[in-house]
Nanobody, 116 residues
């Protein structure tokens, strides 16, 4: 599987970004997907997941600010982020799930920097 994340960048606190993850090499519609992030010096942490049926689940720190979605026709997973905070600064990765767990394929990630 290949996962190509994009959409990161520099944004001011309170701003918004939409991350995209284009997936290839697997039957997209048959998998659930998650976004994770890793800040400098910290472990990778779960952000959000979306099931094959479109059900979403979020980490507690999201607090209604992010929305994960998927487009099966485009084989793409999205993460719409709003009300961004400096502590959201991290490299964001998407991954497919096997069962409830990441497959181990991460792609290169996309860097989000929240700073004034």
């Amino acid at each position: 599987v290949q996962l190509q994340a994009s959409g990161g960048g520099l944004v001011q606190p309170g701003g918004s970004l939409r991350l995209s993850c284009v997936v290839s090499g697997i039957i997209f519609k048959n998998r659930s997907y998650s976004w994770y992030r890793q800040a400098p010096g910290k472990q990778r942490e779960f952000v959000a997941t979306i099931s094959t049926a479109g059900s979403a689940r979020y980490a507690d720190f999201v607090q209604g600010r992010f929305a994960i979605s998927r487009d099966n026709a485009k084989k793409t997973v999205y993460l719409q982020m709003s009300s961004l905070k400096p502590e959201d600064t991290a490299k964001y990765y998407c991954t497919d799930l096997i069962g409830k767990f990441p497959s181990g394929s991460w792609g290169q990630g996309t860097l989000v920097t929240v700073s004034s």
